[in-house]
């Protein structure tokens, strides 16, 4: 029984320890970026660059899950539909789904897969061939040149692709749902306005932008603090990926809870 | 002047540096040998900042590297051109950007005109062609990228050069290119330079000084001369092996 105690204390102590060092890590890393944010001169420039990067790159893959979840949304609307609901319940039912949850959490998983890797595998490349400690002797801040763009361009570019995405998810759910009810685009547009409030768009972007920073932030974390060469950068772009997912699947609870109640 | 008193430092368990002593004089080449892993690059990195040490005092121009304020370590840093082992070059950027990088002084780096001349010039001091500006590091060999990181950390005229493993990888005529590119910037440009290397026949074509790190000491330092009159047996083994009669296979 003793010896039970003993051996679950150690690996407990060294997680706390791991999670504490990480938290430490963490708010030092967001302070040089904060300190970062004065090199105007420097971060906008890469910051424009990145967001065209990460936002018009990113529209394809956005439009395409986005489509394809309003028209399930739709089907399944569909198959659950009986007698007695009024066709125009199918509008506000594919809206609101879209755009209080499956719009802003889609996007948030599909761009912490594509933008999250991309800056984790960047970052960590740049750290083990030196680069970064290269900025470093140059008298530069990595912060300003590295960590600033990127986190600003996903700030400005994932909500917006949440919108692109709530609209799309709108027009296909739209599409959809009169592949299979008698829904008429005047029911449709009744119940959408019907159980609208503006609030929820204001949600979906609040989402959005929540998401956007944990993204990023967590993304370039695990890139910044790479180690021991090609191995290190699969460890920290599938630690990114998996942290910056189960931090927006949090996020979404904890958001909905706060704000919906 | 560089002066290193006492330095120690571990990563985990294991100890790299074990009180380390070494000064390095203005207007000297310094040659830092040593076997594979035995903490040359972690000192270089002492000396701008990188790495900080358990204990012990790092100093350069008189003052300590590990107390510097930030933007004191900025302006510190900007009179050191470091090498890096492989080039470091930012991939996403071409040679001319690269080498622009390197020059420290903000005024001077905004100004394009004296930009496009002092990279030229840069380029030049280390023989690589003009058109070598336009390119990408990943078109160029590892000796161009050697040279083109050793321009890049001339590019802000610093007063020392610490160069890392500058030969490593490199066929001996290449070897011999960087070896005497190292011997005329320190003389051309009157630079301090520190290099680290396990090459033993390049050191001794291009230091002043030599010194021999092992199990995280300097065991000797001194002239060529007084390094190949040496009889510290870690130095007698490190040059044998360089010096010493060769055996043919068959």
């Known amino acids: 029984m003793t010896a039970t105690t003993f051996d679950l204390r150690r690996p407990a102590g060294r997680f706390v320890l791991g999670a504490l060092a990480h938290i430490g890590r963490l708010s030092l890393l967001v302070a040089e970026m904060i300190r970062g944010l004065s090199e105007v001169r420097i971060w906008f420039p890469l910051a424009m660059t990145e967001a065209w990067k990460v936002g018009v790159g990113s529209i394809p893959i956005i439009l395409l899950v986005a489509g394809f979840a309003g028209a399930v949304t739709a089907l399944q609307t569909g198959y659950q539909f009986s007698g007695n609901i009024?066709?125009?319940?199918a509008g506000s039912l594919i809206v609101e789904s879209v755009v209080l949850e499956l719009g802003p959490v889609l996007t948030g998983l599909i761009l912490a897969g594509r933008i999250g890797a991309r800056y984790a595998a960047e970052l960590g490349t740049m750290r083990v061939t030196e680069q970064i400690d290269a900025l470093e002797t140059l008298g530069r801040s990595p912060a300003s040149h590295l960590i600033v763009p990127r986190v600003l361009a996903g700030l400005v570019m994932i909500p917006a692709l949440t919108v692109i995405a709530n609209v799309t998810g709108i027009i296909s759910g739209w599409v959809a749902v009169q592949a299979v009810l008698p829904v008429t685009d005047y029911d449709f547009t009744y119940?959408?306005?019907?159980?609208?409030?503006?609030?929820?768009?204001?949600?979906?972007?609040?989402?959005?932008?929540?998401?956007?920073?944990?993204?990023?932030?967590?993304?370039?974390?695990?890139?910044?603090?790479?180690?021991?060469?090609?191995?290190?950068?699969?460890?920290?772009?599938?630690?990114?990926?998996?942290?910056?997912?189960?931090?927006?699947?949090?996020?979404?609870?904890?958001?909905?809870?706060?704000?919906?109640? | 002047m560089i002066e290193i008193h006492g330095v120690k430092k571990r990563f985990g368990q294991q100890v790299v540096l074990d009180g380390v002593d070494f000064v390095v004089q203005d207007g000297e080449t310094v040659a830092l040998l040593g076997p594979s892993g035995t903490g040359k690059s972690v000192l270089l990195k002492h000396i701008v900042g990188l790495i900080r040490?358990?204990?012990?005092?790092?100093?350069?121009?008189?003052?300590?590297?590990?107390?510097?304020?930030?933007?004191?370590?900025?302006?510190?840093?900007?009179?050191?051109?470091?090498?890096?082992?492989?080039?470091?070059?930012?991939?996403?950027?071409?040679?001319?950007?690269?080498?622009?990088?390197?020059?420290?002084?903000?005024?001077?780096?905004?100004?394009?005109?004296?930009?496009?001349?002092?990279?030229a010039k840069c380029i030049a001091l280390v023989n690589l062609a003009p058109e070598t500006a336009d390119k990408y590091p990943a078109q160029l060999s590892g000796g161009m990228r050697k040279r083109v990181g050793i321009s890049r950390a001339i590019a802000g005229s610093p007063k020392y050069l610490l160069y890392d493993e500058p030969t490593s990888g490199l066929d001996p005529v290449n070897s011999d290119i960087i070896d005497?590119?190292?011997?005329?910037?320190?003389?051309?440009?009157?630079?301090?330079?520190?290099?680290?290397?396990?090459?033993?026949?390049?050191?001794?074509?291009?230091?002043?000084?030599?010194?021999?790190?092992?199990?995280?000491?300097?065991?000797?330092?001194?002239?060529p001369k007084e390094f190949m009159a040496s009889t510290v047996p870690e130095v007698r083994e490190f040059l044998e092996r360089d010096f010493g009669n060769i055996t043919f296979a068959a």
């Open chain 1, 86 to 89: 009024p066709y125009y319940v």
């Open chain 1, 191 to 261: 119940g959408a306005r019907f159980f609208w409030r503006p609030f929820d768009a204001y949600y979906s972007v609040i989402k959005g932008f929540s998401f956007a920073v944990c993204i990023t932030v967590t993304s370039c974390y695990f890139g910044f603090s790479t180690e021991q060469g090609a191995e290190g950068v699969g460890k920290s772009t599938t630690g990114a990926v998996v942290a910056s997912c189960v931090m927006i699947l949090l996020l979404d609870t904890l958001l909905a809870k706060l704000l919906l109640h």
């Open chain 2, 53 to 119: 040490q358990d204990s012990g005092v790092v100093k350069v121009d008189g003052k300590e590297v590990a107390r510097l304020k930030r933007e004191e370590l900025r302006a510190l840093r900007s009179t050191i051109g470091y090498v890096f082992q492989n080039g470091a070059l930012f991939d996403s950027m071409t040679v001319f950007e690269n080498i622009r990088l390197g020059i420290t002084d903000e005024a001077k780096y905004r100004d394009m005109e004296y930009c496009r001349e002092r990279v």
């Open chain 2, 180 to 223: 005497d590119l190292v011997k005329s910037l320190a003389t051309e440009l009157g630079v301090t330079s520190i290099m680290v290397t396990h090459d033993v026949r390049g050191a001794f074509r291009v230091a002043d000084r030599l010194a021999l790190l092992t199990s995280g000491r300097i065991v000797q330092q001194g002239t």
